[in-house]
């Protein structure tokens, strides 16, 4: 029973989002004590939802496309001919982590205007690094019996790749996505200072109206979302390792 608790939670967790995203008026009774008098408990300039929908859009788009550049670049830096890169690639995905994300937005705004585009560029560079460099590690660890096996096969550098060596380091380039994706998801709120459709403007409503009810609504369903999608990853990551007999 003990090891099907941390199940049970969220699968309640997520009833309890759904639910509130359908029909957040329900829960106004366990908010009104935190909003001044006559003041909204409930997020009213705009669907919660929608919102949601939005910002899940927003991160899984920047994710998706640091992926694909993340994971070429490992792949590159680990054959012979592209070695010579890895310190260029290093200091490539290490912008993001250098340039706070707030700069990253004022510095994209005058480039392509305000609304979404800033924040997928924000989020892309910050993704990168965690995805990169478990992709990289992967790679380079791999078993050296299991490649040797590989080439006595006959089979081309090409087939190694495709056949080996991704499939070996995937339960390792998902837990940098894992990682990836939890950063952005908090990240992605700030990404309503340049008119992006995200949950901060749940959190930026709440602060310019003094609403803590506003605030602590656009918090949590970003940290739920993110305990969530965490722990899915997690599950996928686990499950690969297992089917893969790796220890």
């Known amino acids: 029973m003990k090891a099907w608790m941390p199940v049970i939670l969220r699968g309640l967790l997520l009833v309890l989002l759904v639910a509130f995203l359908l029909s957040p008026g329900s829960f106004e009774p366990l908010l009104k004590p935190l909003v001044q008098q006559n003041a909204p408990a409930i997020y009213n300039q705009g669907s919660l939802l929608d919102l949601t929908l939005q910002h899940l859009r927003t991160v899984f788009a920047a994710t998706l496309a640091a992926t694909i550049i993340a994971i070429m670049l490992a792949i590159l830096v ?25 700069a990253v937005l004022a510095l994209a705004v ?16 910050y993704g990168l690094l965690p995805i990169f460099e478990n992709t990289l590690t992967a790679l380079t660890n791999l078993p050296r019996s299991v490649m040797e096996a590989a080439r006595g096969a006959g089979m081309t550098d090409l087939q190694r790749l495709m056949k080996v060596e991704l499939p070996l380091s995937l339960p390792v380039m998902v ?20 008119a992006a459709k995200t949950l901060g403007e749940v959190i930026i409503a709440g602060l310019q109206s003094n609403n803590l009810a506003f605030i602590l609504q656009g918090g949590l369903i970003v940290g739920v979302l993110a305990v969530l999608i965490y722990d899915g990853l997690s599950a996928i990551e686990r499950l690969l390792t297992r089917r893969l007999g790796i220890t």
């Open 110 to 125: 005058p480039a392509v205007g305000f609304g979404e585009k800033p924040t997928l560029i924000a989020l892309f560079l």
């Open 78 to 102: 680990t054959r012979p001919f592209g070695a010579e890169f890895l310190p260029l690639s290093r200091s490539l995905v290490n912008i993001g982590q250098t340039f706070p994300p707030v």
């Open 175 to 194: 837990a940098g996505i894992r990682l990836s994706v939890t950063i952005s998801l908090a990240t992605a709120t700030i990404g309503s200072t340049v």
